[in-house]
């Protein structure tokens, strides 16, 4: 009978990290991966495995660090700019930035120093002091002196230097092999057509990358089927070669949950489970292999895919460091004021991915993080991350404003040139992101979706240049304007038109549930779902309903609420509602019948002296183009007719 699944815990990740050295030790993993002679000109981007020694200096003489003439200085004592001194011939002579510094004279007088007379003599104005414009032997490296440590990657000019000093070739460590083993009945290699309910295995492509991208060897194996046996066989044959064997998939306690278990009865199982979200399930072990070698470290990685990717980072990328005798890599960071409240779980660190975006104005360095999409399972957050805000396991989260720590996943040079819009999500902005990156690469449009409300409150409290906004007040039946007048009294706004755009009922296609405008969502069959709190499509939903004595009550799915018109229109592909509200241009994107609601402005609200700010001035050099407006009117439901022009 088989072991059970060992408990899923809650371990802090460094206590989780001792945990698994302990157990690597204990087990007589290798402490370093072996070492190998390589010539100095593919050493880059290896570790040395011993002190790089000096075999020569460098320069190995005294050589002109100008072009010019050679010169004895103590013979230009007496040349100044009112009685210049004239060499004759024999008394210097000519030299290029290199040349071995000529028998009997030891200082350089750069060329445009020096005056020649028609009868070849050189005329000085000033005197030379010894050694000038000399390159001392041994200036750069003197013979015999250590050139680098044992434990240092190497780095082009690390090359050069050892190239320099007599290396022809440099013992290094091997590159630590990492074998990628995915598993699961339900996974499909790319390039295959996946059919309902297969998934295609991007976490193995993802994972051997990120293994290569810091210095290691990866291959993968044929995707296993969730049966504990095969998992076995196949994780040890996977140790025979490996330095670090991943398994992929299986770590959680689900029923074809395989991967505790099978580490428990191939090896040791050091942790099941870490305090850290995303990426709690995680397994962390030894393997010991079927010939009787060495035992070999051994990650359950889980199958979501920013799980799996930070697992890596966290776990995978510091124990292959140590396995090359180096420290890991760091990324640099900085401090960033939160664009929104951001909630978290006590008990488990929490990894959030955020946009950056320098906002001039804010306290301190004025960078702002707006936090991402946070699921295991939403890929594309790690994607658009431009860093990475831990919040600790003690804190239930931080506050809108607050100051946080963020590990950088971009030069803060690329952080100052993006364009930071927060507030209601539209098409248009993903298209205009794209197409100012296709324009300059040096430009970046991060936007954020939180609905016009949080937009135009994010700009009132400096988070932001752009707020996206098409709120409705049914008051006035205004757009945008009576709500920056309340919310950003005695401040200097101006709004840019960026569209008009179609409103309306997104439904499945051919109209199965026969619904023709908002009456038909107070039916009892009828799923509707929603926007999220402060976003104009919720307003003018609720203004819709108002107007006709409707209560939202008695919309079926009121309360179920996605922040962009994609995740509406997919909520409807998949049969998981039948109605939501949205724009055209989101039906056509999943195939949707459209039922129109209502035409409006979106506009863009921003400080008035941004609008001449040189960040910004790519963005309204867009707006005026005449391809870009083509552009967003093929969309469907679009009208770009006022586009760029300022409202306010």
Known sequence: MRPASPFISDVPAAQAVAAWQHACAADGCPERVGTVRVPVGEAVGRVTAEPVWARRSSPAFDSAAMDGIAVLAASTTRATETTPLLLAVGEFEVVDTGDPLPSGYDAVVMREHV???????????????????????????????????????????????????????????????????????????????????????????????????????????????????LITAALREAAVAADLVILVAGSSAGRDDYTARVV?????????????????????????????????????????????A????????????????????????????????????????????????????????????????????????????????????????????????????????????????IGSHDLVLDVAASALRAADPLVTLASSNVGSLGGLVALRDGLCHLAGSHLLDPATGEYTLPYVDRLLAGADIAVIRLVHRDQGLLVAPGNPAGITGIDDLVRPEVRYVNRQRGAGTRVLLDHELSRRGLDPAQVSGYTREEHTHLAVAAAVAAGRADAGMGILAAARAFGLDFVPVAREPYDLVLRSELVDDELLAPLWALLARADFRAGVEMLGGYSCQETGRRVR
């Not at 996946?194 to 995707?223: F, H, K, W, Y």
């Not at 929104?340 to 946009?355: E, F």
């Not at 946070?374 to 831990?390: E, I, K």
Request: one cysteine or more; aromatic letters at 2%.
């Open 115 to 229: 005056h020649r007379t028609a009868d070849g003599l050189a005329e000085l104005r000033a005197a030379v002091p010894p050694y000038q414009h000399v390159r001392s032997i041994g200036e750069d490296i003197s013979a015999t002196e250590l050139l680098l440590p044992e434990g240092h990657r190497l780095r082009p000019v690390d090359a050069a230097a050892c190239a320099a000093a007599g290396a022809v070739e440099l013992v290094v460590r091997r590159r630590p092999l990492v074998m990628i083993v995915p598993t699961g009945d339900e996974i499909r290699p790319i390039g295959t057509e996946p059919a309902p309910g297969e998934i295609l295995d991007t976490n193995s492509l993802m994972l051997a990358a990120q293994a290569r991208e810091i210095g290691c060897e990866a291959q993968v194996t044929d995707i296993v089927a969730d049966d504990p046996d």
């Open 264 to 308: 428990a009865a191939a090896g040791t199982l050091a942790v099941h489970g870490v305090a850290v979200r995303p990426g709690h399930p995680v397994v962390l072990g030894t393997v010991a292999p079927a010939t009787g070698a060495q035992a070999t470290p051994v990650l359950g990685a889980p199958g979501y895919p920013v799980s799996a």
């Open 310 to 421: 930070l697992t890596f980072d966290i776990f995978a990328a510091p124990m292959l460091a140590a396995l090359e005798g180096v420290a890991p890599l760091e990324r640099p960071s900085t401090s960033a004021r939160l664009a929104r409240k951001l909630a978290s779980t006590i008990g488990a660190d929490d990894w959030v991915r955020v946009r950056l975006g320098r906002v001039g104005g804010g306290p301190g360095n004025g960078i702002v993080a707006t936090p991402l999409p946070r699921g295991a399972g939403v890929l594309t957050s790690l994607v658009r991350a431009d860093g990475l805000l831990v919040v600790p396991a003690g804190l239930e989260g931080h506050h809108a404003g607050e100051e946080v720590r963020v590990e950088l996943l971009r030069g803060l040079g690329e952080i100052g040139r993006t364009i930071v819009a």
